[in-house]
């Protein structure tokens, strides 16, 4: 079975530190993805990547950046936290599919509440 | 641009009543594909079904049958019976015709099944 995981479950930090979120998946995937979940928005992808330092800005990259330094791990970084980033976060990997359309395969989720 | 609408907040049943969820999306691809994400209290998305836009049948698997409509953008996801498990937010998702596997989600909906 795929598993992804996360590094917290639950995290807090306080506004302007430097916050990272982990992201470790071991099936091997190419594409790698950080969403985050608000309440009436759904999911909305933040950042994706589809190789090991390859990055792309998905549709609310803003104060935001990602690493992708071994295919296994993709980390979501918030340089200086902020209220507004209070939400859960959401990972997910799949296989490198062109066009085919693949399930993604989520891990537990973060939710970070930034005080 | 493209676009998954679920029009349904949230929906509270009693045990043993059917229940169907609305999807409708919007694309100009003409192919596609369509999913139907589970995320109980825990967190984790569950992949529950994937469709192409090829393929218009529908889909019956256990007490979950899944109606998917081209001619109205509908991908209608009907639970049977519904029990105390199946309580959770249900999300629709899109993905469309290129080669990185981003997916277009709707705002979920909410199912409480109560005893």
């Known amino acids: 079975d795929v598993k992804v995981t996360q590094s917290s479950r639950y995290l807090v930090k306080r506004t302007g530190e430097k916050v990272f979120l982990e992201c470790v998946q071991d099936m091997d995937h190419e594409n790698m993805f950080w969403y985050r979940q608000d309440p009436g928005l759904g999911l909305r992808l933040i950042y994706f990547?589809?190789?090991?330092?390859?990055?792309e800005k998905g549709d609310i990259p803003e104060g935001y950046s990602v690493s992708r330094e071994k295919k296994e791990r993709f980390s979501l970084i918030l340089e200086s936290a902020s209220t507004n980033q209070t939400s859960m976060y959401l990972c997910?990997?799949?296989?490198?599919?062109?066009?085919?359309?693949?399930?993604?395969?989520f891990g537990p989720g973060t939710r970070l509440t930034v005080t | 641009a493209q676009k998954v609408t679920q029009a349904q907040t949230e929906i509270s049943v009693v045990e043993k009543e059917d229940v169907t969820l609305d999807c409708v999306y919007e694309?100009?691809?003409?192919?596609?594909?369509l999913f139907w994400y589970k995320q109980p209290p825990s967190g984790e998305l569950v992949f529950l079904i994937r469709?192409?836009?090829?393929?218009?049948q529908n889909e019956i698997s256990g007490r979950y049958s899944w109606n998917f409509q081209k001619s109205t953008s509908s991908f209608n996801f009907t639970i049977t019976a519904s029990q105390v498990v199946d309580s959770a937010v249900y999300f629709c998702a899109l993905k469309g015709n290129t080669g990185f596997q981003k997916l277009v989600f709707g705002t979920g909906t909410r199912l409480l099944v109560s005893p």
């Open positions: 694309t100009r691809d003409t192919t596609y594909y």
């Open positions: 469709r192409n836009s090829f393929d218009e």
């Open positions: 990547s589809y190789d090991v330092k390859m990055k």
């Open positions: 997910a990997s799949i296989l490198r599919g062109g066009t085919q359309g693949k399930e993604q395969y």
